[in-house]
């Protein structure tokens, strides 16, 4: 029987409840629903046990982890009216290279580092990583800070015989794939794109820092989704729309207009309603199994079958 | 320089509007919008001459055939003020097979014969195809009736060393080909289909055809919908809508319902409003090519290349 | 104190579950939402007892009725974990006019029958009414069946001293009101409406009574909507669509084309998706309040302030 | 028969051109859309000439008013190829208080002067008034700059015997009008409102102005949507979106969530696509011929029947 993978998590945002509770009412119910690979490599949903967790707001430390998760300004719902305590206390997050030492030593037994904080601190993303190495586990950076993609840290990673998997995740099924998927299927069928639009409009604290910081991440959307075709320039992004009443919503309006045979008009109008936190969830529940596996094989380094899961790999522009 | 492509039209209705209207917009403009292939092994879709026409309705027959696309209940609208008349003058179309003869006559010197007449007279259909066998024709049947998938016909054509095209054309981006995309990128994703519908509104006399005939459509598009994914059953059709003020608009409502990580709900609505006709004719411009390119390289029966746009090629069920 | 109301029920189907659920939840959580007037001529919302229950479903007589509000096809979902036992048994509905004794026995002691049974059983409705005269009760008829509107009846009820209230339930926010609305506000603000559509789905078991006799309900539906301005011939009704999946949901899509100054064109699409049967049951409660306050005011025959809750009240046309 | 107005406009932007081409339209068809009172107090909408133009742009300067009013950054679409010359040449506007007296005189002849230029230069405003006082004609000032509710700038048209109105054109049919009759639709039937966003996306040149000086606008839009019911609190604003591709268009997003009794839910998503000048045009057409009347009836200061088409009138604060 296969040994279940001990996971420590750095940040108890929603992001963490979803993947918290998500695996709790797996177990719980048997019922396999929004997940891509059921099992993995032999690791099943329910192979995952949390054995450390740390954050920074004080309402959380000292708390079970499966309380903490639900502390604000965390809005993510309760998925399930019975989640039992996971025994796992959470700690005092780092707050400066001084403590690298302690964390390493409170990290120890686990396999796998989540780091799963807030993105834009990146000497603190940096901070984890250096003490995952220390304590000999595989470090997955789901934020946008650079990680996986600083050759040095990557080179320290391969040199200690541990797995490097970021940085920043794909969003399982989130407005960027579904535009992408449209625009896609417009130019394979031979209709000329006029002009397509995206409003994105949130309600989380993740949402809420975006919104603050959206310019560069506003363009590397616009990238994404017009990099492999003739739509560039004809793409418009709204500025992002922070709305608190969606709470763990994200709501998306796409437009598309284009010209069939003859110049004759096509318009697609969509709206997408997700919860936002799901879909990484979702793809963080591969990722740690892809680390798990990696660090048991003793494959070192950025695993190649993580490349469609994150969205700047080693080699992408820091 | 490549010889033009001399094409005979069985059928003048909003199909055939689409197409000489769209060929001779972009005659005059040499704009390509809407077009799948620019140029099809050597062939712009400007090379193509019209050399006969038929129709039933007697306000078509006698008629120049730029004037005869905008007798109702034709009502794709007019695409270009200036268009000029094409000299072909409209004949009376086949009513039994006795006269099979005399349009076979009629059809010398077509190299494609392109069959767009109403669905649902198959033995029409079969007689015209007979008519294109005499008169040494490709034939390219675009409704749904059984003729490149009556194998006794398709040996015949073979024999005589002509290609035959058909049946039933793939719509170049109709409500089927978007809704069943983002059915697979759902599963693509790691989501699970909860459930789904879709509404067509529709305002053409074939669409109202449609809507009298729509049993068997529905149980098909159905099929196609749901083929390779586990969504059997849970995708829904609401009846056909035949509302004239749409006059040669399509417009299809789709809902998807589905569950993302943790039993977390995904909720996507789309509306898409096309000129139905356009689709139609976006794809005969690239059948017609194909027919013309295969007689003149004597490859006979059905073209391979054609598949893609057709949704019963020879060898499925009548 | 306000003593409560006593009500008997004619059919324990979707809207009977709504109301008494949603009473069941007002009384445990305080809660008042979706209410028209908290406080009707002083009765509240919680007023009310339940104290009769008739269904022709063998799977219904016989159990409770906060039981048998969950027998399919009813489908209106759970509204409470928590719903007391109501210490009222589902009895064996009237099936012949030899039954009306039977019944007016069994109602004895009931202020107010609430007539809910499917409609399309006119005998059926008018027996309940005689055997609510009998028993000295108030009537409602929420179906669209002739009780109110039927003179004969309506007489002897004024003649007993007793209130009749009917014909057929207005939505409380449904699409028509949200077309009749928005096609109102058009023309109040100078638009030139050029045409216009509604999409109607459900998937509850009235819904599909519907879409099965859904000729005079979708010509009833035209004119209530063009009623009132030059709309008439510019409104059209896509067929009734029952979609299993949606349960008890309506959904409906409304388009809305028209021209602004100098023939500009304004679009208006809206998606409606609400609960069914709750529409109803917020109608439903302020009726019952009326027809109790009319009984013990001895207000016979048709309160007048009932008209805006009923699409056929006395004097509309059979 | 009914002398024709003599109209001055200062401003030649998407506004003007919309007024100007619908006129037209109108006086070559004889169709009337989008037009609320066909004949207002006598005047028609055909009953309008235009007797001098102001404008600021080098590009603008010195040509034909109906050449003026197509170039950039308008881009208000040609609504007929046939437009006369107007005979109006543009002049240059008034950049300073010195030149007041410069405009008066070549504003002699005019009866109404409609003041249509980019909102935000009161200043410019004010002297324009002026110039209008000392020209003996009645003046509209359609921008949001305080004009008529400059108390004593309204004192001094009334002195003059000459009609002031003003100030900020409400819409025909924009997002808060559609929006607010929703809101209050769902406020009368008794359902409890959750919450509410609106999004709204445009593309002309005023729009990007707005989109720059959001705020306070902003709260005004929010203020207007919730000013009359317990909405306070639960309507939000997404930021405006300039997105040049809709060019003349203007697109609202606006979703609302309610509970209906039982506290089911209740869900409306609404897209809205107009030609955002045609609106302002559609209103400043009656606004012209009230100024008209007042002024032909000898009555001073602000005329009560323009209040409905004006969100700023005398009285509220500047």
Redesign the interface.
Known sequence: MIERVKVAVIGVGNNVS?LV??IA?HCATG???????PVLDGLGVGDIDFVAAFALSPEKVGKDLTEAIFVPPNNF?R?TSELPLSGVTVRRGLTGATEVERVAGELAGAEVVLYAAPSGRQETAQAYAEAALRAGAAFINITSDAVARDPQLLDRFVAAGLPLLGDDLTS??GTS??HH??LR??EE????L????Q?N?GGTEDFRNLVENSNTKMQSKLNALTADESAAG?V?L????Y????ESHK?A?I?IE??????????????????DP??G??VT?DLIRIAANALRQRRAGYPAEAAPLLKSPPGTSV
């Not at 069928?189 to 000329?192: F, I, P």
């Not at 709204?238 to 729309?241: C, I, K, M, N, S």
């Not at 709305?243 to 969606?246: C, F, G, M, R």
């Open positions: 979803a509770q998500g009412l019922r396999l629903v929004g997940v891509r690979r719902p998925l399982q099924f794939v579904v998927a449209l299927l417009l069928r031979g209709l000329t006029i002009s397509s639009y409003v409009l004809r418009e709204a500025p992002l729309g709305l608190p009443h969606l709501v309006h437009n284009a010209q069939a045979w003859g110049g004759t008009s096509v318009s697609l109008d969509l709206k997408l309603k997700v919860h799901s879909g969830a979702g529940i």
